[in-house]
């Protein structure tokens, strides 16, 4: 079993930023890869980043350039730094982890870009 918890979220104007943090807990040994989803109101979640065991990433078009995922191995603990925030930046943001077959989610946090 693996827990996160996201922390970071806020409220900020466009052209800002913000960092999240999401800390994992439990059998972490296990996670093959961890990443930030996002979910605006009225619409489906999306994958925004993700970051392997062996710290490859990947991106979602819409903030490559303006997002950074990382890592702290020892901390257990994956971040998300977000620049040049937009308005439509704005959405709850979960963070996943796989530990294959299985996918664990943290509760989520709000983040508002305002314009």
């Known amino acids: 079993q693996v827990q996160l918890v996201e922390s970071g979220g806020g409220l900020v104007q466009a052209g800002g930023s913000l960092r999240l943090s999401c800390a994992a807990s439990g059998t972490t040994f296990s996670i093959n890869a961890m990443g930030w989803y996002r979910q605006a109101a009225g619409k489906q979640r999306e994958l925004v980043a993700t970051i392997t065991r062996g710290s490859s990433t990947n991106y979602a078009d819409s903030v490559k350039g303006r997002f950074t995922i990382s890592r702290d191995s020892a901390k257990n603990t994956v971040y998300l730094q977000m620049n040049s925030l937009k308005p439509e930046d704005t959405a709850v943001y979960y963070c996943?982890?796989?530990?294959?077959?299985?996918?664990?989610w943290g509760q989520g946090t709000q983040v508002t870009v305002s314009s």
């Open positions: 996943n982890a796989l530990v294959i077959p299985r996918t664990y």
